[in-house]
């Protein structure tokens, strides 16, 4: 008995964190002798990092067991934005209500958080805030390609050094485009794209009548990212606005607002957006 578990316990810890949620319950919903196999599947969720799946695994089976997955949560597989944006607020407000001194710590959790499910949910691109070093540093783990944003000329040299060194160190890496917003201002970066692209004028670099929106884009703080524009914007918080952040890039991006403060952002919070997101027609402006 004690080989059959070890076999059943090793065979679901080698699939995928989402996969292992679903077989996790059919372990439940047949009541036998499944706990010591469901306490060991939970220490090890405690330090789980994505696992691939065996050889002997057919895809059929790993599809369908993806597609069970998301279907648990009613969020449709085939209809995941690309690009999904947040605004973590309501961190001040959170620490007075629960009687704590202002801390960043829990806005840095909540945005590793935020970055670790655009990973579990198949997200290519996410844009957030950076108030902490520690959000660089976690760019080298789980296969995230790291991208600021921002007026960084104003940072000291030992912050502009670390920016471009984890660019570097990341710009290979494929699973995740993670961009970081730092000293940063929506319209500011429309003022300094304008005054770049005066400036090539200028120079004879470009003609005047090339100037249209391809040009502008890529001329933004956003331009060198090989992502598209924001699918979806989620704020945290409350407050129904979007802050001077990303201007122009969310001209066509659906918003979804939501009451949750950041440090109690959660899975659920963020699913909640995903099923609103698909909920809606995108019509692009139109």
Known sequence: MRTLLRQTSSLIL????????????????????????????????AA?????????????????????????????????PNH????????????????????????????????????????????????????????????????????KSVLPEYLRDAIEKVEEGTKNNTKLELMFALCYEGTDELVKTTRRICEK?????????DINTDLFEKELWTGPSRAPNPDLLIRTGGHIRVSNYLLWQLAHTELYFCDTYA????????????????????????
Not at 121 to 132: K, L, N
């Open 201 to 209: 004028v200028k120079e004879g670099v470009i003609n005047l009548a």
């Open 14 to 45: 080698s699939k995928p964190p989402m996969v292992q949620a679903t077989l996790k319950r059919r372990l439940l919903k047949h009541k036998t002798s499944n706990t010591t196999l469901l306490t060991k599947m939970e220490k090890h969720d």
């Open 263 to 286: 440090p109690d952002f959660k899975e659920a919070d963020f699913v909640k957006a995903l099923r609103s997101y698909q909920q809606r027609e995108r019509t692009f402006g139109a």
């Open 84 to 151: 999904v944006s947040i605004i973590l607020d309501g961190n001040r407000r959170w620490s007075k209500k629960n009687g704590r001194p202002l801390s960043y710590q829990p806005f840095f959790q909540a945005n590793t958080l935020f970055a670790d499910l655009c990973l579990r949910w198949g997200i290519g691109t996410a844009t957030t805030y950076i108030y902490s070093l520690k959000n660089l540093e976690r760019g080298y783990e789980r296969n995230k390609t790291i991208w600021i944003i921002g007026e």
């Open 48 to 80: 789980m990092t994505p696992a691939t799946m065996s050889l002997s695994e057919s895809k059929n089976d790993y599809e369908n067991d993806i597609e069970d997955q998301y279907g648990s949560f009613g969020v449709r597989r085939d209809c995941i």
